[in-house]
């Protein structure tokens, strides 16, 4: 409609012409808002980073959820999980990466096969897989050695906990007879890596999962099962939940230090960094309200004008918020994207590490600076009060 189009295209050019009208002051609001957004930005960035880092470095230090076999009282020998189990756990919950590690553990005797001065020790024998160990155990220190000598190529590979290795007096490189009770023949390994996690995993010994099958002479059980799931503290709670009813004949064992570590040092990270951003944009609403109360005061003649030539009060009010909206949009899209660049030097500075960019702190920003530069415009609201023959004649 050509009525609609005048309208429009007038009401865009009394805009411009607000936004000219006083250039200092314009730049103090959006030094306000791009300032409060600059930090938002950052405190939000540093608040989603440091959530995907915790649950990162959590995972680094070990699996948070056991799942053993349910415990009979009648039971003599120790309880195992049917190996079909793998299969039954979900690999990806709520689009994050599950992963499972196996284990069949057994009691063996291990002697160095070099003759050196060191008496056959009882040690205990971990069936697993060497690739999801090593990623499961990243945090771990593996101190390896090459691929075996062509003596010892018919050798089985097997890692040693470091606590074993200095008992036996062995080290990478070398190899170990071993020996169950279950089994009559004897086998030996060969040490691709010592392993020292400064856990339980350092008076073990590592071999893989068939091996120990044929060790112990023990086939298609497991005597439990290490997940780590990648999620925050709430979720690995509901993936819990959900093993508990995808596995009703096991007992699902959540890593307390773990998972309850994770979400407490999270929330204690989260409230501060909200308490601060809502402080920021307390004080930037304020500074923006009060540059507001002098523009209102500015422009009673204007709004006296348009109200004397049959402009409604709502379009009036229109009008200031439109601008107050496109002076929050333009000072939150710098200050943002300013803030976010600001996180990434502000995070290794604070912990040592530098931040990632999450894109969806940048929208964010902007609806929050948007949000509080239309609440700041409220001293605008005095105009509706003003009458077009008290400003005419000097008494408004």
């Known amino acids: ?135 499961m155990g990243s945090s771990w220190r593996f101190e390896r050695v090459g691929a075996p000598t062509s003596a010892l190529f018919s050798e ?26 279950a089994n009559v023949d004897r086998t030996s390994c060969f040490v691709s890596a010592v392993i020292s996690s400064g856990g339980s995993e350092d008076n073990q010994l590592f071999v893989d999962l068939q091996e120990a099958e044929s060790l112990t002479a023990t086939h ?51 409230g501060v960094l909200t308490a601060t951003v809502a402080i920021v944009l307390v004080l930037s609403g304020l500074c923006v309200m009060a540059a507001m109360t002098n523009v209102a005061m500015e422009r009673k003649m204007d709004v006296g004008l348009m109200k004397a030539i049959g402009g409604s009060m709502r379009r009036v009010l229109r009008l200031f918020l439109a601008e107050a909206a496109l002076l929050g949009l333009a000072g939150g899209m710098i200050g943002a994207a300013a803030g976010i660049f600001l996180s990434v030097g502000l995070g290794k500075a604070v912990f040592g590490v530098a931040a990632r960019p999450r894109l969806i702190v940048y929208p964010v920003a902007v609806a929050l600076t948007i949000m509080v530069a239309i609440l700041s415009a409220y001293p605008l609201r005095r105009l509706a009060s003003i009458r077009p023959a008290s400003v005419f004649r000097g008494e408004a």
């Open 1 to 135: 409609m050509p009525g609609q189009a005048t309208n429009r295209a007038m009401f865009w050019r009394i805009i411009r012409r607000l936004l000219g009208a006083n250039r200092g002051r314009l730049f103090i609001i959006l030094l306000a808002l791009g300032a409060g957004a600059a930090v938002t930005a950052a405190l939000l960035n540093l608040q989603v980073d440091a959530q995907h880092r915790l649950t990162t470095e959590f995972r680094a230090f070990g699996p948070n959820i056991i799942v053993a076999p349910k415990r009979m009282d009648t039971e003599t020998s120790p309880p195992t999980l049917d190996s079909s189990i793998i299969e039954r756990i979900p690999k990806r919950f709520e689009a994050q990466p599950v992963d499972v590690v196996p284990f069949l553990y057994g009691l063996a005797k291990a002697a160095p096969q070099s003759g050196k001065n060191a008496a056959a020790a009882t040690v205990v024998i971990a069936g697993t897989s060497f690739g999801d160990l090593q990623r």
């Open 220 to 270: 298609g059980r497991l005597s439990l099962v290490q997940v780590s799931f990648h999620g925050t503290g709430e979720s690995v709670n509901r993936y819990i939940a959900a093993l508990g009813s995808a596995l009703p004949d096991a007992e699902i064992r959540p890593v307390r230090q773990f998972t309850e570590g994770e979400a407490k040092i999270y929330k204690r990270i989260s």
């Open 156 to 181: 089985t590979e097997c890692m040693l906990g470091a606590s074993v290795a200095a008992s036996l007096h062995v080290q990478a490189g070398d190899s170990v007879a071993l020996h169950h009770e």
